[in-house]
């Protein structure tokens, strides 16, 4: 449902670039996504809202390991995103939109036209809202997967 869902990437690449998606959609409106490195350092989860104060914010100046879009709800903080198991970010408003964009999750981009990305991608999940035990439990588990295949970043 639109307040229960996650999206993750595994990140092999440390790369920056303006307004890359390493994982999402966009209807125009409305988005889904993940950027983990732009320019300005910056990562940032989108679910449903372009608004700045309903999507999650934060400095990140290595883009390699394992990111989780995490939503539970419209309130505030509803909206997180994590590195490598542990909460990085959270939205600082409720959210007040929330329609989904009716379109394809792209993995390296954000549409099939526009904000391509670069990175090495490891491993692509999506599923529903997960509690913050089981958002480590996955990041572990992805980790032993890329660790037991000798590519593992964290």
Do not use: P
């Amino acid at each position: 449902t639109q307040n229960n869902n996650h999206i993750g990437f595994y990140s092999r690449t440390n790369t920056a670039a303006a307004l890359r998606a390493s994982m999402g959609c966009f209807n125009g409106t409305n988005t889904l996504a993940m950027q983990l490195k732009i320019a300005g350092n910056l990562a940032r989860g989108f679910n449903n809202s372009l608004t700045a104060t309903q999507y999650t914010n934060v400095s990140n100046t290595d883009s390699s390991g394992f990111y989780l879009v995490n939503k539970t709800s419209s309130a505030i903080g509803g909206l997180v995103m994590d590195k490598n198991g542990t909460q990085i970010a959270s939205n600082s408003a409720a959210i007040t939109t929330n329609a989904y964009a009716n379109t394809n999750v792209i993995i390296s981009a954000l549409s099939t036209s526009s904000s391509f990305d670069d990175k090495e991608c490891a491993g692509a999940l999506i599923g529903l809202g997960l509690n913050s035990t089981k958002r480590g439990q996955i990041s572990s588990m992805i980790n032993a997967l890329n660790t037991s295949l000798s590519r593992n970043v964290y």
